[in-house]
């Protein structure tokens, strides 16, 4: 999958641990790389449904057509994707907490 990130802070996260590391913690900072390392390796959304680990799943009211990646505790990425094959993924923000 080609991934793309909606904001500088998200690539440089993604390329610098630090970066993450400051943002949200060592654990999520960890795991945000390695959900993006997934993203890419992965030939479509239809492959994420089948890693349990991640929590994959669309979300729904005011979130529709955005999609739930599990980090670390109750921090996920949330993505979308750009075409309707799912074959290019927005990495949009991490999400706290519920937030």
């Known amino acids: 999958m080609q991934v793309r990130f909606r904001t500088t802070e998200l690539r440089e996260a993604f390329e610098r641990c630090r970066k993450g590391m400051r943002l949200w913690g060592d654990e999520v900072a960890r795991r945000y790389i390695q959900r993006v390392k997934i993203l890419k390796v992965a030939n479509s959304a239809d492959d994420l449904f089948k890693i349990a680990p991640l929590k994959f799943h669309p979300l729904t009211e005011g979130r529709k057509a955005k999609y739930s ?28 907490n519920g937030d």
Not at 74 to 84: C, G, K, N, P, V
């Open 69 to 96: 990646i599990a980090l670390a505790g109750q921090s996920r990425l949330i993505a979308t994707f750009e075409d309707l094959a799912m074959t290019v993924v927005w990495v949009e923000e991490v999400t706290h």
